[in-house]
């Protein structure tokens, strides 16, 4: 469990496009006690279900995950003293962050995560990547992911959504294998898919499926910019 949080968490820092990777240590905490409630909301009101995940730093090394109530709140009791990074997100793509350091105080202390300008700039993001073309036309989605130096990603995250639903809907989610390879059936037609891992720049592939295609995928992620 312990593994999956972390994992959770180190992706959740790639942020909507995943361009960039965060620092956290450069960023100045807001002081709070060991008592956490957070106000989870999304053009002014409560978002439930949401997944609040509290990473210790530095070192991302032993995070807590809670799910918001149906008001919209999550909270946490008796975090250890130190610093903590915390992403609110639903569905792991629209996402906000908060800084915190946590001292000795057991008054329950509150803050407010405003998920509205990623969701904003998620549907932007999205509408710009319906209008990239078609370059690759292949038989099945099979292929494998890769980093610059030709080595393959193993837990590569993979959206795949129909062109023309402005993203609304998602056709299928899976993850690269052990050796940088996927598959996953799909009915003739055109899809975008979107490949995200920590530290990468998110890589937008628009492919169609047709019993004319001749080639697998084969994805290439670029390094992000560190801030």
Known sequence: MKL???AACSLLLAGIAASEVVEV???KPQESSRNV??????EGKPVKDARVVFCRTPGIQDCVSVLTNADGI???RRLG???YYIVASVDDEVNASLYLHTGDGRKQASFSMDLTGAYRQGQDFM???AQLPVRDRVQGFRGSVQDPSGAFIQGVSI???RKGTDGKTDVVRLKS???GHFSSPLADGIYIAFFTFAGFRTQITPFEVTSQGSKDLRIVLQLGSTT
């Open 177 to 179: 294998d052990a050796t």
């Open 127 to 129: 509408a710009a990547a």
């Open 25 to 27: 240590e450069n960023i």
């Open 37 to 42: 409630r957070i106000a989870v909301v999304l």
């Open 4 to 6: 999956a949080l972390i």
């Open 81 to 83: 003293v130190g610093n």
């Open 74 to 76: 999550a909270t946490v």
């Open 159 to 161: 959206k795949i959504v």
